[in-house]
């Protein structure tokens, strides 16, 4: 069974610092993979998704990383800002495209 | 605008009622989904959709019913069965036919408190 983990369960950062996420997953046949971000009492935004054929992808000062051999991902923000302040919560989807399997999230807080 | 829309945004009932949590989509997905959360917790699949007619269980369904008679439409009820149902419940839908599946879209959540 997909068993999805998310290292360090929190981080706390000074505003301008480059950070790393990571993500772990157990079994390598997946889908794709999904980064989301979460607000306190709020539904998931979408920020990337990753094919299982590729190795990255990029939006602003967002980059995910995919390590599919390895069951890795690491989602780098740059330059961090209050702003992002959330939890960041990574999923993979399975090989038949039917189901989701979910991290627990880091929660980040950005100081200003 | 498209999107996933839920109703309502916090729900209070009394133990032992039924309770039915909304969830319509506009952006003409196959795919619908319902997760729970729980505090400090990921989110765990509860029942899944990806046609017409057509659901299956997901991790915890126990306690839980949905019905897909529209794609627009995915209501999840929760029965009394249910022994821990407060907690916030999330929908998804996403693109996903042939063989072919896309990124998942959230709605807003529904905070459930049971007394």
């Known amino acids: 069974k997909q068993e999805v983990t998310q290292i360090p369960a929190a981080l706390s950062v000074p505003e301008g610092e480059n950070l790393v996420l990571n993500c772990s997953f157990t079994?390598?046949?997946?889908?794709?993979l999904q980064w989301f971000r979460q607000d306190p009492g709020k539904g998931l935004t979408s920020l990337l998704l990753i094919q299982s054929s590729q190795r990255e992808q990029t939006s602003g000062r967002l980059n995910a990383s995919l390590d599919k051999s390895s069951g890795r991902s690491t989602l780098y923000i740059a330059a961090s800002q209050p702003g992002d302040s959330a939890t960041y919560l990574c999923?993979?989807?399975?090989?038949?495209?039917?189901?989701?399997?979910f991290g627990p999230g880091t929660r980040l807080s950005v100081l200003p | 605008d498209g999107g996933i829309t839920q109703s309502p945004k916090y729900l209070f009932r009394k133990e032992g009622q039924n309770v039915t949590l909304s969830c319509e989509q506009n952006?003409?997905?196959?795919?619908m989904y319902w997760y729970r959360q729980d505090p400090g917790q990921g989110l765990r699949l509860i029942y899944y959709s990806q046609i017409v007619n057509d659901f299956q269980k997901g991790d915890i369904a126990e306690g839980y019913s949905v019905s897909r008679e529209k794609k627009e439409s995915f209501p999840l009820t929760v029965t009394s069965a249910q022994k821990n149902p407060t907690a916030f419940y999330l929908c998804?839908?996403?693109?996903?036919?042939?063989?072919?599946?896309?990124?998942?879209?959230f709605g807003p959540g529904t905070r459930l408190t049971v007394t």
């Open positions: 999923a993979v989807r399975d090989n038949y495209g039917q189901n989701f399997v």
């Open positions: 079994d390598s046949a997946i889908y794709n």
């Open positions: 952006l003409n997905h196959d795919a």
């Open positions: 998804a839908s996403s693109r996903g036919n042939r063989g072919v599946f896309g990124e998942q879209y």
